[in-house]
């Protein structure tokens, strides 16, 4: 690996190799801001996702990882068009998604399901769980009769995990890591090639997320499905994913298969996301170092000139991370990084430094604009 | 002796024509001065309730609390409303999980602060506001002066955790409970905010009741560990020894069942099976005996009792997890 930091060659442009089966190209999507009662005029936007590149591999399972309001969900749901990007395209299959309209679309969503966070609010309390999952199947012409259905529905059922008798119950009636187990057959039911897993097992107790992990891996096993996981949970996604990019502040940051991410983070950002993630053994936890960062996460309404991370950076050099934004570029064989330094900081020759907590403006569009109730685009994304 | 010792805590609630519900069932552990005291369970466990019961924070009506709850050789529990009311904020601090709604939304951060100082400790408004802006320092909270005109919703949510700390410590209580501090905050303000609380603790030498789901947080902060599983404590030792040798098949499911960012990729996880609704009440045996791997028959007939183990340790289980051979050492 001693050679390895010369740059590689550009690798094929992604969407011409046959094994890829998403690639998601400059991809955009800016929430306007809007003030005022009758002029509804735009003072801002929110910059969620602020150009993406990346590419899933048919059969692998790519982990999406980065904290609260970085974007992460937002381009889980651009990528099905759930939310409109602003700029950029996807290309699923070798269709470009974008140039996609009504029904064209409505049936290319059939390759490409999303399992959400919150199984109690994704799934309908008034459906029961046969309703729920023979939906999908008559929206995309799969109720193929009575008798065909139900063999399917039973077939679901047992893939995932729940009793046949389940479809007659309604949510409710389930603890939380059936109800996942349920969102996770409804995505299942049509036969799709991609599944967006935005957050799928936060909103459950430990016990239970090792059972839906492992369900996961198991359906993705049997079935040659194509993962695409959103989580916060840094952990969980090293285990189940092939390859993790780290988002901050609406861009990828870092790209690299989850054992080289873990193995030799590239980017400062990376360094303290997994120094900071708490290890249940007293013994590794009383040995490391924690690279605590200062400050909070800068407003997407207002991202910092040049590199995003520049604020809260303790590798931060004096020249270009505050005028230029670095490109996600290849540092080492597979492993991509957005750092100017990241060569000098790998070899040590530039040692981390003290960082003055900036104040993070929750306003942060101009000081002039009089504070009319939190925007609900900013709070949200900024909770 | 302990700062604080409790003593078969249970909090029983009833609600008219419905089976009463034993949330906290003979909860007992003690605190010493400065030590950190961890509380580890999932949700249903009863961790947050015995924090409101040490509290006296739990509503009069509808909610039974036996035991006892020793603060300094007083009973909390015997306390008038009135009396508990100065001890809250004064000897005791109490830190939330969710800063936004504990926190008064239309009262400024500042005021907020200083309300405990003018109350506990007679401060004038004057004095207080500049305590308060060395306690917002104190906390990490940068340009305290004007954070102090400011409200809740102005910060971030890592700065608003801040503040209901420094509010937590502003009297410089001896015993801090946090319940669940970090779980609304990202990884990297959860750090933050866990450094803060270490060294607290040591620079004040405020002893602290940590409650937490998470057992990473446990293995970096506490010095005991109780494991609560439906109410009751299973398992408790000190954190080398429980994360070294977890001796209860709850805990030791747990801990195999949770990804490590250390440990070689690739392999499955070994979840428990079930879930909480699959509790049998402790009356009729181990409540969790029907998610239990090493179960046995007596399990689901005979209640197990709290064992000594020796070295510290308590545990609750007829069939325990064997501890591991003393590792063999490899050429």
């Known amino acids: 690996m001693s050679t390895a930091v010369t740059p590689q060659p550009e690798t094929p442009r992604p969407d011409t190799t046959a094994d890829t089966l998403v690639t998601v190209e400059g991809i955009k999507v800016h929430f306007p801001i809007k003030r005022g009662v009758i002029l509804d005029r735009t003072v801002g936007h929110v910059y969620a996702v602020d150009g993406v590149d990346l590419s899933v591999r048919r059969g692998e399972t790519y982990g999406l990882v980065g904290e609260s309001g970085c974007g992460k969900s937002t381009l889980g749901r651009a990528v099905l068009r759930l939310t409109e990007p602003t700029a950029g395209r996807v290309v699923f299959d070798g269709t470009d998604l974008s140039s996609l309209k009504g029904e064209e679309l409505r049936r290319m969503r059939r390759r490409m399901q999303m399992v959400f966070q919150d199984p109690m609010s994704s799934l309908d309390p008034r459906q029961s769980v046969e309703s729920i999952l023979v939906e999908g199947l008559r929206a995309h012409d799969l109720d193929k009769g009575r008798e065909a259905t139900g063999k399917r529905l039973r077939t679901l059922l047992s893939a995932v995990g729940l009793p046949t008798t389940s479809l007659r119950k309604y949510p409710h009636e389930f603890s939380g890591g059936q109800r996942q187990r349920i969102g996770i057959a409804r995505a299942l039911a049509v036969e799709p090639d991609l599944i967006i897993a935005d957050e799928p097992v936060s909103a459950l107790d430990v016990s239970v997320q090792a059972q839906v992990v492992n369900l996961l891996e198991e359906l993705q096993d049997e079935f040659g499905l194509t993962y695409l996981v959103i989580a916060h949970d840094l952990a969980v996604v090293r285990h189940i994913s092939d390859r993790v990019g780290v988002m901050y502040l609406g861009g990828l940051v870092e790209e690299a298969t989850s054992d080289d991410l873990y193995a030799e983070p590239l980017h400062p950002y990376t360094r303290a996301l997994l120094s900071a993630i708490p290890v249940p053994d007293p013994l590794v936890e009383d040995r490391r170092e924690r690279i605590l960062l200062t400050g909070d996460l800068p407003s997407p309404a207002n991202p910092p000139k040049g590199c995003r991370f520049h604020t809260r950076c303790p590798w931060k050099q004096a020249t270009r991370c505050d005028t230029e934004r670095p490109e996600l570029r290849e540092v080492l064989p597979g492993h991509k990084v957005a750092c100017h330094w990241a060569e000098d900081i790998r070899a040590g020759r530039i040692r981390p430094h003290e960082v003055e907590a900036v104040l993070v403006e929750e306003e942060g569009i101009s000081p002039d604009v009089p504070l009319v109730g939190p925007a609900s685009v900013t709070e949200a994304l900024n909770p | ?331």
């Not at chain 2, 669940?180 to 009741?209: F, N, S, Y």
């Not at chain 2, 709850?250 to 079930?274: F, K, Q, V, W």
Request: charged share 25%; hydrophobic share 40%.
């Open chain 2, 1 to 331: 002796m302990p700062l604080l010792e409790v003593r078969d805590l249970t909090v029983v609630f009833e609600r008219k024509g419905e089976q009463p519900f034993t949330a906290v069932d003979h909860v007992s552990f003690d605190v010493e001065p400065g030590q950190t005291v961890g509380l580890v369970g999932e949700s249903g466990c009863g961790k947050s309730v015995t924090s409101l019961a040490i509290m006296g924070l739990l509503p009069k009506r509808g909610a039974r609390i036996s035991g006892s709850v020793q603060y300094e050789g007083v009973n909390l529990l015997s306390l008038s409303d009135r009396e508990m009311r100065d001890r809250r904020g004064r000897d005791l601090g109490m830190v939330f999980q969710d800063p936004l709604s504990s926190l008064n939304p239309v009262i400024p951060i500042g005021l907020q602060v200083t309300e405990v100082l003018e109350r506990h400790r007679d401060m004038p408004r004057k004095k207080a506001m500049v305590e308060a802006a060395e306690l917002l320092d104190k906390v990490g909270i940068p340009d305290p002066n004007r954070r102090l005109t400011e409200y809740p919703h102005q910060l971030s949510g890592g700065m608003r955790q801040r503040a209901l700390i420094a509010i937590a410590l502003a009297c410089r209580p001896r015993l801090l409970i946090a319940d669940e501090p970090t779980t609304a905050l990202d990884v990297t303000i959860q750090a933050q905010i866990l450094a803060l609380l270490k060294e607290l603790v040591r620079d004040m030498g405020t002893a602290l009741v940590m409650i937490t789901h998470d057992l990473g947080v446990v293995a970096g902060l506490c010095d005991e560990v109780n494991v609560l599983y439906a109410g009751r404590v299973v398992e408790k030792a000190q954190r080398h020894e429980l994360f070294a040798a977890p001796r209860h098949p709850y805990t030791h499911g747990l801990l195999s069942s949770i990804p490590r960012l250390d440990a070689p990729r690739g392999e499955r996880l070994n979840p428990i099976r079930g879930s909480v609704s699959d509790n049998i009440p402790w009356t009729e045996g181990c409540a969790f005996a029907p998610r239990c791997p090493n179960k046995l028959d007596v399990c689901v007939r005979v209640t197990p009792e709290q064992e000594d183990i020796g070295g510290g340790r308590l545990l609750r289980c007829h069939n325990p997890v064997k501890p591991p051979v003393a590792e063999e050492v490899s050429v």
